[in-house]
T-cell receptor, first 114, second 115 residues
Framework: DAGVIQSPRHEVTEMGQEVTLRCKPISGHNSLFWYRQTMMRGLELLIYFNNNVPIDDSGMPEDRFSAKMPNASFSTLKIQPSEPRDSAVYFC????????????FGPGTRLTVL | AQTVTQSQPEMSVQEAETVTLSCTYDTSESNYYLFWYKQPPSRQMILVIRQEAYKQQNATENRFSVNFQKAAKSFSLKISDSQLGDTAMYFCAFGVYNQGGKLIFGQGTELSVKP
Protein backbone atom coordinates (compact mmCIF):
# COMPACT_ATOMS: atom_id res chain seq x y z
CA ASP A 1 0.00 0.00 0.00
CA ALA A 2 1.26 3.50 -0.84
CA GLY A 3 0.26 4.92 2.53
CA VAL A 4 -1.23 8.36 3.01
CA ILE A 5 -0.11 10.72 0.25
CA GLN A 6 0.18 14.47 0.72
CA SER A 7 1.06 17.18 -1.74
CA PRO A 8 2.92 19.38 -2.00
CA ARG A 9 5.69 18.38 0.42
CA HIS A 10 6.85 21.97 0.68
CA GLU A 11 5.00 25.18 -0.03
CA VAL A 12 6.35 28.70 0.17
CA THR A 13 3.92 31.53 -0.44
CA GLU A 14 3.42 35.16 0.32
CA MET A 15 1.03 36.60 2.83
CA GLY A 16 -2.43 37.03 1.39
CA GLN A 17 -2.17 34.23 -1.12
CA GLU A 18 -4.46 31.21 -1.20
CA VAL A 19 -2.88 27.88 -0.25
CA THR A 20 -4.35 24.45 -0.96
CA LEU A 21 -2.98 21.32 0.64
CA ARG A 22 -4.00 17.91 -0.66
CA CYS A 23 -4.34 14.47 0.85
CA LYS A 24 -5.10 11.00 -0.44
CA PRO A 25 -5.92 8.57 2.39
CA ILE A 26 -5.10 4.88 2.43
CA SER A 27 -7.52 3.02 0.21
CA GLY A 28 -10.40 1.59 2.23
CA HIS A 29 -9.95 3.95 5.15
CA ASN A 30 -13.13 5.77 6.09
CA SER A 31 -11.82 8.43 8.44
CA LEU A 32 -9.46 11.29 7.65
CA PHE A 33 -7.79 13.79 9.97
CA TRP A 34 -5.97 17.08 9.38
CA TYR A 35 -3.36 18.18 11.95
CA ARG A 36 -1.10 21.19 12.30
CA GLN A 37 2.28 20.96 14.02
CA THR A 38 4.21 23.94 15.36
CA MET A 39 6.95 24.30 17.93
CA MET A 40 4.76 26.43 20.16
CA ARG A 41 1.51 24.47 20.05
CA GLY A 42 2.65 20.96 19.22
CA LEU A 43 0.34 18.70 17.24
CA GLU A 44 -3.20 20.06 16.96
CA LEU A 45 -6.21 18.37 15.38
CA LEU A 46 -7.87 20.79 12.97
CA ILE A 47 -10.75 18.75 11.55
CA TYR A 48 -11.74 15.19 10.87
CA PHE A 49 -14.08 13.42 8.48
CA ASN A 50 -15.91 10.14 8.69
CA ASN A 51 -17.27 8.69 5.44
CA ASN A 52 -16.49 12.04 3.73
CA VAL A 53 -18.61 14.00 6.22
CA PRO A 54 -16.96 16.57 8.53
CA ILE A 55 -17.54 15.43 12.10
CA ASP A 56 -15.62 17.90 14.21
CA ASP A 57 -14.06 21.13 12.96
CA SER A 58 -13.65 22.76 16.34
CA GLY A 59 -9.90 22.84 15.89
CA MET A 60 -10.00 24.96 12.74
CA PRO A 61 -8.37 28.20 13.86
CA GLU A 62 -10.57 30.66 12.00
CA ASP A 63 -12.69 31.26 8.94
CA ARG A 64 -9.64 31.55 6.74
CA PHE A 65 -9.30 27.77 7.01
CA SER A 66 -11.61 25.38 5.20
CA ALA A 67 -11.49 21.66 4.44
CA LYS A 68 -13.37 19.45 2.04
CA MET A 69 -13.59 15.78 1.27
CA PRO A 70 -15.46 15.40 -2.02
CA ASN A 71 -14.89 11.65 -2.17
CA ALA A 72 -13.33 8.82 -0.21
CA SER A 73 -9.94 9.19 -1.84
CA PHE A 74 -9.28 12.93 -1.70
CA SER A 75 -9.33 15.81 0.75
CA THR A 76 -8.14 19.41 0.67
CA LEU A 77 -7.26 21.95 3.32
CA LYS A 78 -7.41 25.53 2.08
CA ILE A 79 -6.12 28.70 3.70
CA GLN A 80 -7.36 31.96 2.22
CA PRO A 81 -5.84 34.45 2.78
CA SER A 82 -2.67 32.99 4.27
CA GLU A 83 -0.75 34.73 7.06
CA PRO A 84 2.80 34.24 8.40
CA ARG A 85 1.43 32.66 11.59
CA ASP A 86 0.01 29.84 9.47
CA SER A 87 3.55 28.61 8.83
CA ALA A 88 3.66 25.04 10.13
CA VAL A 89 3.79 21.42 9.10
CA TYR A 90 0.36 20.13 8.14
CA PHE A 91 -0.31 16.41 8.44
CA CYS A 92 -3.07 14.30 7.06
CA UNK A 93 -3.86 10.93 8.68
CA UNK A 94 -6.38 8.21 7.97
CA UNK A 95 -7.78 5.22 9.76
CA UNK A 96 -10.07 2.37 8.93
CA UNK A 97 -13.33 3.18 10.68
CA UNK A 98 -12.74 6.03 13.12
CA UNK A 99 -13.99 4.15 16.15
CA UNK A 100 -10.74 3.16 17.79
CA UNK A 101 -8.53 2.34 14.85
CA UNK A 102 -4.90 3.26 14.49
CA UNK A 103 -4.20 6.44 12.55
CA UNK A 104 -1.58 6.37 9.81
CA PHE A 105 0.06 9.64 8.92
CA GLY A 106 1.19 11.13 5.65
CA PRO A 107 4.63 12.72 5.26
CA GLY A 108 3.30 16.21 5.95
CA THR A 109 3.41 19.51 4.05
CA ARG A 110 5.78 22.15 5.32
CA LEU A 111 4.11 25.52 4.72
CA THR A 112 6.03 28.76 4.91
CA VAL A 113 4.12 32.02 4.56
CA LEU A 114 6.39 35.03 4.02
CA ALA B 1 -10.89 17.71 29.84
CA GLN B 2 -8.54 15.02 28.60
CA THR B 3 -4.84 15.78 28.68
CA VAL B 4 -1.58 14.02 27.90
CA THR B 5 1.64 15.11 29.60
CA GLN B 6 5.19 14.21 28.64
CA SER B 7 7.37 15.71 31.33
CA GLN B 8 10.74 15.07 29.66
CA PRO B 9 11.31 17.50 26.77
CA GLU B 10 14.71 15.96 25.95
CA MET B 11 16.54 12.75 26.75
CA SER B 12 19.71 11.07 25.59
CA VAL B 13 20.99 7.51 25.76
CA GLN B 14 24.09 5.66 24.68
CA GLU B 15 23.79 3.21 21.84
CA ALA B 16 22.86 -0.31 23.07
CA GLU B 17 21.56 1.02 26.39
CA THR B 18 17.95 1.10 27.61
CA VAL B 19 15.89 4.25 28.00
CA THR B 20 12.38 4.92 29.35
CA LEU B 21 10.18 7.78 28.21
CA SER B 22 7.38 8.93 30.50
CA CYS B 23 3.78 9.79 29.74
CA THR B 24 0.83 10.51 31.97
CA TYR B 25 -2.75 11.21 30.97
CA ASP B 26 -5.90 12.42 32.57
CA THR B 27 -9.38 11.21 31.70
CA SER B 28 -12.64 10.19 33.30
CA GLU B 29 -13.34 7.72 30.49
CA SER B 30 -12.95 3.99 31.02
CA ASN B 31 -12.75 2.75 27.42
CA TYR B 32 -9.69 4.16 25.78
CA TYR B 33 -6.44 3.30 24.05
CA LEU B 34 -2.94 4.71 23.93
CA PHE B 35 -0.16 5.05 21.38
CA TRP B 36 3.44 5.95 21.08
CA TYR B 37 4.39 7.56 17.77
CA LYS B 38 7.92 8.31 16.60
CA GLN B 39 8.86 11.32 14.45
CA PRO B 40 12.42 11.12 13.09
CA PRO B 41 14.12 14.10 11.41
CA SER B 42 12.33 13.16 8.19
CA ARG B 43 9.20 14.35 10.13
CA GLN B 44 7.18 11.27 9.15
CA MET B 45 4.93 10.17 12.05
CA ILE B 46 5.48 6.46 12.59
CA LEU B 47 3.43 4.21 14.85
CA VAL B 48 5.60 2.54 17.48
CA ILE B 49 3.16 0.72 19.72
CA ARG B 50 -0.48 0.60 20.79
CA GLN B 51 -2.03 -0.37 24.14
CA GLU B 52 -5.70 -1.09 24.86
CA ALA B 53 -6.73 0.13 28.31
CA TYR B 54 -8.83 -2.98 28.93
CA LYS B 55 -5.80 -5.24 28.53
CA GLN B 56 -3.70 -5.85 31.61
CA GLN B 57 -0.79 -7.21 29.61
CA ASN B 58 1.73 -4.61 28.50
CA ALA B 59 2.19 -4.32 24.75
CA THR B 60 5.55 -5.13 23.18
CA GLU B 61 6.98 -4.68 19.69
CA ASN B 62 10.49 -6.06 19.34
CA ARG B 63 12.76 -3.67 21.28
CA PHE B 64 9.86 -1.43 22.31
CA SER B 65 7.65 -2.16 25.29
CA VAL B 66 5.30 -0.19 27.49
CA ASN B 67 4.64 -0.07 31.19
CA PHE B 68 0.93 0.66 31.45
CA GLN B 69 -0.24 1.58 34.94
CA LYS B 70 -3.96 2.22 34.59
CA ALA B 71 -4.63 3.31 38.15
CA ALA B 72 -1.78 5.79 38.03
CA LYS B 73 -2.73 6.85 34.46
CA SER B 74 0.82 6.28 33.38
CA PHE B 75 2.04 4.92 30.04
CA SER B 76 5.83 4.81 29.68
CA LEU B 77 7.81 3.54 26.70
CA LYS B 78 10.94 1.46 27.17
CA ILE B 79 13.42 1.16 24.33
CA SER B 80 15.93 -1.64 24.77
CA ASP B 81 19.24 -1.95 22.92
CA SER B 82 18.92 1.63 21.63
CA GLN B 83 20.04 2.20 18.07
CA LEU B 84 21.13 5.36 16.28
CA GLY B 85 17.99 5.11 14.16
CA ASP B 86 15.87 5.51 17.29
CA THR B 87 16.88 9.18 17.42
CA ALA B 88 13.57 11.00 17.04
CA MET B 89 10.79 12.91 18.74
CA TYR B 90 8.45 10.54 20.55
CA PHE B 91 4.79 11.40 21.09
CA CYS B 92 2.36 9.77 23.47
CA ALA B 93 -1.27 9.88 22.32
CA PHE B 94 -4.62 8.99 23.82
CA GLY B 95 -7.97 8.15 22.24
CA VAL B 96 -11.42 7.23 23.53
CA TYR B 97 -13.60 4.59 21.94
CA ASN B 98 -16.54 5.93 19.93
CA GLN B 99 -15.13 9.44 19.71
CA GLY B 100 -14.48 9.17 16.00
CA GLY B 101 -10.85 8.16 16.32
CA LYS B 102 -9.75 11.54 17.70
CA LEU B 103 -6.37 11.51 19.39
CA ILE B 104 -4.90 13.86 21.96
CA PHE B 105 -1.12 14.16 21.76
CA GLY B 106 1.48 15.04 24.34
CA GLN B 107 4.11 17.68 23.64
CA GLY B 108 6.75 15.10 22.77
CA THR B 109 10.13 13.96 24.07
CA GLU B 110 13.19 14.44 21.89
CA LEU B 111 15.41 11.39 22.19
CA SER B 112 19.04 11.40 21.07
CA VAL B 113 20.92 8.11 20.79
CA LYS B 114 24.64 8.71 21.03
CA PRO B 115 27.30 6.42 19.54
Amino acid sequence: DAGVIQSPRHEVTEMGQEVTLRCKPISGHNSLFWYRQTMMRGLELLIYFNNNVPIDDSGMPEDRFSAKMPNASFSTLKIQPSEPRDSAVYFCASCLRGLADTQYFGPGTRLTVL
Amino acid sequence: AQTVTQSQPEMSVQEAETVTLSCTYDTSESNYYLFWYKQPPSRQMILVIRQEAYKQQNATENRFSVNFQKAAKSFSLKISDSQLGDTAMYFCAFGVYNQGGKLIFGQGTELSVKP
